[in-house]
């Protein structure tokens, strides 16, 4: 391996710290005219009339769009909608437009104008009429069979509110019948918050339908060809008709964006195709806040039965997830959380899950990096603290205990592959200083207390099975003897297309210089489902693997056939063509010779990617001001079985953003509900995200336990990052106070009422 | 429209403004200099950071006839041509940079401080990038580059 697991710079890095780099609001096309939204302020309602004479009347206005005059059908706006595997079908249950707005800040009508003041105000004249009805915020609330209904016609019938599920995990056990047989039983429960993704870009889109029927729509999407196959069905156009692309940065995404960026890109497509000129719509931060999918709050309770030695015997595990007004992520999603967040990271032979999606009245929850995981990590990871207590057992060497080994059955329908667990404990607990400063809550009696926490956990490294999860690849060389990869994923900010352009050169045996990628693109590649789930780099470096194989042969095979030498001897390192040691010359030549004779190297490869669990650990240590409930956290030291780091200063990074997000997830950040108001967070400053000046420290720790599934031991470390923070904080405070929590994030307010609740203070 | 005279990026520039738009909008409408990112539009997140007469503000909530007179220098006038600026460098060798839309502003934040401030504390760089947020990298690895850049620009780069 020349260029895996080296520190390159990565490829988009000029562009971006030079201001070249061009994102969606970045883009002005001729003829560009603007959109502005016209949104519910109720969060359940029924237009009884509307008029948007004034507004059409206005000079400079282009498009005027409501329920009225555009199509009715119904979709989903995440990727599920084409990548639910049969015999699954996903919920469709939304509109570009509706006449009974279900959250405050639905889409009711939109419109197009020369500029962006002229829609805004056009938006303000349109009048209606609104009659309010009742609605019901809360998934405790929802579920009871007096509250009002949020989906009457797509919730499942059995049950109230519920979107899709339940979601019933099982594989063979009976925990109901095991806890009988447990030596001691431990219960937990947590109520967690909405917290946004927040990503730094908002959404946008700029869609221009030409009159020969084809659209083009260039945005914010992490996923170009789920939302390319989305607009297409949802407007009626023949898929052949659209394209997707980012412009061709995206600025973050966190799950955000797979599938449509809120509704930015079927707005625009909308009025586009009203006024056939270009639309620009792009998302004012209390649009993206208020009005796009959240990562899911909500109530989850666990219940662990072990053995006296420790051996867990038995877990069952209940989640109600607000999943909002529309279903987009909300059935996969508290699936995962079952799966993922309290399946993966333990031997335990009795286990059960049940998920309920619940519709409320507010806005839509869906995919956030993590993507249920952090919650179900969230309500095991403490119930194993308690089991630990219960025993008289040091909670690292109960974890150690039970963690899953290679071996190990459970609810995955594939291996686990290579199980780092262990090994991620000891690091973090060694970098936290976990022996001499864990357990010592009885002995501090001061103002501030300092406490130590543990998580462990898991995730996957892309979506299959469980979605229809595949990758296509076309692969060149160009005369000069450079790589030319055409591959539609995005680039959102990982660095994923550096990442595999060097597990490319290195499986083809081409420089890493001047290597390209085309990505981001649903005209430049086939089929890719995008990057989500942990996946790209996995997954990628999979279908790369077989391309690659098919290059190397169609390069042997000419240079072979010309030199009349056996190809099976021929080898490619670096861009030098040899046979049995002996070199043979530049790969540069041979294309360019092989271009004069009417031949390009070329292949290309479509292929289902295996899948395995990342496994990771994270200690935390904090401060608790016990007069003023500050939780200030000093330290976390992240763990991460990666597998083969391919670019470690790339992967570090993707586990330290993903930290510090949990570290906002655990004591800062919540997205508050008002009644009659809709969400309070309507921007940065009322939306308290880590800054450079509150952020802990952050030891980033790289375990390489190469995993036999991934092309050179490859695991996935996207969204891990983020997953078992809030979990180690909550142990850490414990730890340093004696209290355990149930709610979060743990605001000065909550952690004074608990320490009071609790006698502490 | 009003009529704006400014420097911008060492060029004298005189245009035909709409007084209602902030400096951001300008900046990127008229001048094209979309490096400039707008991530709020209420000088909240640091996206639009540019330096204005030495200091770093916030451009997406200054009136731009306030840039009168003003010695402007946005994220496309760091750079000497093809030679990038130390910050710029390290901000990629040191993995400070995801998305990328935060960047321009963070850089232009870490370019005010050191103009200023040839050798600050880690306190200090924390403090200067305390208005920008990036919700990509945990900020660790901007620090690094801010610091790795300050070491080489007192070595005289």
Redesign the interface.
């Known amino acids: 391996m020349k260029y895996v697991g080296q520190n390159i710079p990565r490829n988009d890095g000029f562009d971006k710290v030079t201001g070249r780099g061009q994102f969606t609001f970045d883009v002005h096309l001729p003829r560009m005219v603007y959109g502005k939204v016209l949104r519910s302020p109720y969060a359940h309602a029924k237009v009884l009339s509307i008029d948007t004479s004034e507004a059409e009347a206005m000079p400079g206005v282009r498009a005027v769009c409501t329920f009225a005059n555009t199509t009715q059908k119904v979709w989903n706006g995440a990727a599920p909608m084409f990548i639910t595997p049969l015999p699954h079908k996903p919920v469709l249950d939304q509109t570009i437009f509706t006449d009974e707005p279900k959250y405050i800040g639905d889409e009711v009508a939109a419109v197009a104008a020369d500029t962006e003041a002229i829609a805004e105000e056009a938006a303000k004249r349109i009048k209606v009429e609104w009659q309010e009805l009742p609605a019901v915020y809360e998934p405790l609330e929802a579920i009871k069979p007096e509250s009002p209904d949020v989906q009457p016609k797509y919730a499942n019938p059995e049950f109230h509110n519920i979107c899709g599920g339940p979601v019933i995990l099982e594989f063979g056990g009976d925990p109901t019948a095991a806890f009988d047989q447990c030596d001691a039983v431990v219960e937990y429960d947590v109520t967690l918050p909405r917290v946004k993704q927040a990503q730094m870009e908002p959404h946008g889109a700029v869609a221009t339908y030409n009159p020969d029927g084809h659209l083009e729509v260039i945005c914010t999407t992490q996923a170009p060809y789920p939302t390319k196959m989305i607009l297409a069905e949802a407007l009626d156009i023949p898929v052949s008709k659209v394209t997707v692309k980012n412009p061709p940065y995206v600025g973050g995404g966190f799950g955000v964006r797979i599938g449509l960026s809120g509704k930015a890109e079927i707005l625009a497509a909308a009025l586009s195709m009203k006024c056939h000129r270009p639309v620009k719509l792009i998302y004012t931060r209390e649009e993206d806040f208020t009005c796009s999918d959240s990562r899911h709050g909500g109530y989850l309770k666990c219940k662990l039965g072990a053995k006296a030695d420790g051996t867990f015997v038995a877990i069952d595990t209940q989640a109600w997830l607000n999943t909002g007004a529309y279903a987009t992520f909300g059935t996969d999603l508290v699936g995962v959380c079952g799966a993922c967040g309290t399946a993966g990271a333990y031997a335990i032979p009795n286990f059960r899950y049940t998920g309920w999606p619940v519709y409320t009245n507010q806005m839509t929850a869906g995919a956030m990096r993590g993507f249920g995981t952090p919650q179900g990590n969230a309500v095991v990871e403490p119930a194993i603290e308690l089991m630990a207590q219960k025993l008289g057992m040091d909670s690292i060497e109960l974890r150690k205990k039970n963690s899953t080994r290679e071996d190990t059955k459970n609810w995955f329908p594939f291996p686990p592959g290579s199980c780092g667990t262990n090994e991620c404990l000891d690091r973090a607990a060694a970098s936290i200083g976990w022996e001499e400063k864990h357990g010592k809550a009885e002995e501090q009696t001061g103002r501030i207390r300092r406490g130590v926490g543990i998580s462990a956990g898991t995730h996957v490294s892309n979506a299959a099975p469980f979605c229809v999860d595949y990758d296509t690849i076309l692969i060149r060389i160009e005369r000069d003897g450079t790589l030319f990869v055409n591959s539609s994923i995005p680039e959102i900010g990982p660095g994923s297309t550096t990442a595999c352009l060097q597990v490319a050169a290195d499986l083809i045996g081409v420089p890493y210089k001047n290597a390209v990628m085309k990505f981001g693109d649903t005209d430049a590649a086939p089929f890719d489902i995008g990057s989500h789930a942990t996946r790209t780099l996995y997954t990628v470096s999979y279908v790369m693997a077989d391309a690659a194989k098919k290059l190397r042969k169609d390069i042997f095979d000419w240079v072979g056939g010309k030199l009349d030498l056996d190809p099976a001897k021929l080898e490619l390192e670096d861009g030098v063509l040899s046979c049995e040691g002996k070199p043979l010359g530049n790969l540069a030549d041979f294309a360019s010779q092989a271009h004069l004779e009417g031949k390009q190297f070329m292949a290309s490869s479509c292929q289902v990617p295996p899948n395995c669990l990342p496994f990771y650990a994270q200690a935390a240590e904090v401060e608790v001001d016990v007069e003023t409930g500050m939780v200030k956290v000093l330290k976390v030291a992240a763990a991460h079985d990666v597998g083969k780091a391919v670019n470690p200063p790339l992967c570090r990074g993707q586990i330290e953003g993903g930290v510090l997000q949990g570290v906002g997830y655990a004591v800062r950040e919540e997205m508050t509900y008002v009644e009659g108001k809709g969400f309070y967070n309507k921007g940065f400053h009322s939306y308290m995200l880590p800054t450079a000046d509150d952020r802990p420290e952050i030891e980033s720790i790289l375990v390489e336990n190469p995993d036999p599934s991934g092309v050179f031991g490859i695991i996935g470390i996207g969204e891990c990052g983020v997953n078992p923070t809030l979990a180690a904080i909550g142990n850490a405070v414990e730890d340093a106070t004696g209290v355990r929590f149930h709610e979060f994030p743990l605001t000065p307010a909550r952690v004074l009422a608990g320490l009071k609740a609790a006698g502490k203070i | 429209m009003a009529e704006l005279h400014t420097t911008i990026n060492g060029e004298y520039v005189v245009a035909e403004v709409d007084p209602?738009q902030s400096l951001a909008q300008f900046l990127?409408e008229k001048m094209?200099?979309?490096?400039?990112?707008?991530?709020?539009?209420?000088g909240?997140?640091g996206?639009c950071t540019i330096i204005m007469d030495g200091k770093a503000v916030t451009s997406c909530i200054i009136p731009v006839l306030r840039a009168e007179g003003a010695v402007i220098q946005?994220?496309?006038g760091?750079?000497r041509g093809e030679k990038?600026h130390p910050?710029?460098?390290e901000?990629?060798?040191?993995?400070a940079?995801?998305?990328?839309?935060?960047?321009?502003g963070m850089?232009m934040s870490a370019k005010a401080l050191l103009d200023e401030n040839p050798e600050p504390e880690k306190?200090e760089?924390?403090?200067a990038?305390?208005?920008?947020?990036?919700?990509?990298?945990?900020?660790?690895?901007?620090?690094r580059a801010v610091e790795a850049a300050a070491d080489r620009m007192r070595k005289g780069e």
């Not at chain 2, 094209?32 to 209420?42: E, M, Q, W």
């Not at chain 2, 901000?91 to 993995?95: C, E, K, R």
């Open positions: 209602d990127r094209y200099l979309t490096g400039t990112k707008i991530g709020c539009g209420k909240e997140c996206a946005t994220i496309e760091v750079a990038l910050l710029q460098e901000f990629v060798n040191q993995g940079v995801q998305c990328g839309f935060c960047t321009p850089i306190e760089i924390r403090e990038l305390g208005g920008n947020i990036c919700r990509c990298t945990g900020y660790v690895n901007i620090e």
